[in-house]
């Protein structure tokens, strides 16, 4: 498994517009493509980026999760949601061979939740974003993963 950089930031709320709908580990590969087209159907195709794959409420039991894709961009046919202010873990990767960004993605949330959390001071609030910019579209492509985190030690 790559080496990977964990970085803290702090970050004020965000409000972010798109489609959000149920899913779990089977269908979710599935499920970012629906709502992804659906949105970019509607999104002017110069709004591009930033764009935001987003996934809480996750339970390891069921393996559901909520998804939200969508960006900062408002439209009258999306939905809303806040992101909110506070402390989160900041993971910076590249696709595999140059476009299979699944394993990637995969491999840096397995770091973070199976490593990384349990060897430093912070607690997982269940959930995390894929951060897509003008750097995912670049011959060097990379996105950055976000997740929601909580010092423990306050």
């Known amino acids: ?6 970085e803290i930031i702090e970050l004020d709320e965000i409000k972010i517009y798109g ?5 779990n580990d089977k269908a979710l590969p599935k499920d970012i493509k629906e ?5 970019h159907n509607i999104i002017d195709k110069k709004l591009k980026i930033p764009f935001f794959v987003l996934s809480r409420d996750y339970d390891i039991k069921t393996k559901d999760l909520e998804i939200f894709i969508g960006s900062i961009y408002e439209n009258k046919a999306f939905e809303q949601y806040t992101i909110p202010k506070g402390k989160f873990a900041k993971m910076t990767i590249k696709p595999k061979l140059g476009f299979l960004w699944g394993l990637s993605i995969g491999e840096a949330k397995r770091h973070f939740y199976v490593k990384w959390i349990k060897n430093n ?3 997982p609030l269940n959930m995390e974003y894929e ?5 995912s579209l670049s011959n060097k492509p990379t996105i950055e993963i ?3 985190i909580l010092d423990e030690l306050k």
């Open 19 to 23: 489609f959000s709908k149920r899913s």
């Open 121 to 123: 001071k912070f607690k």
């Open 1 to 6: 498994m790559p080496k990977f950089n964990v």
């Open 131 to 135: 951060y897509h910019t003008e750097k």
């Open 35 to 39: 709502l992804s087209s659906k949105y």
């Open 146 to 148: 976000i997740f929601s």
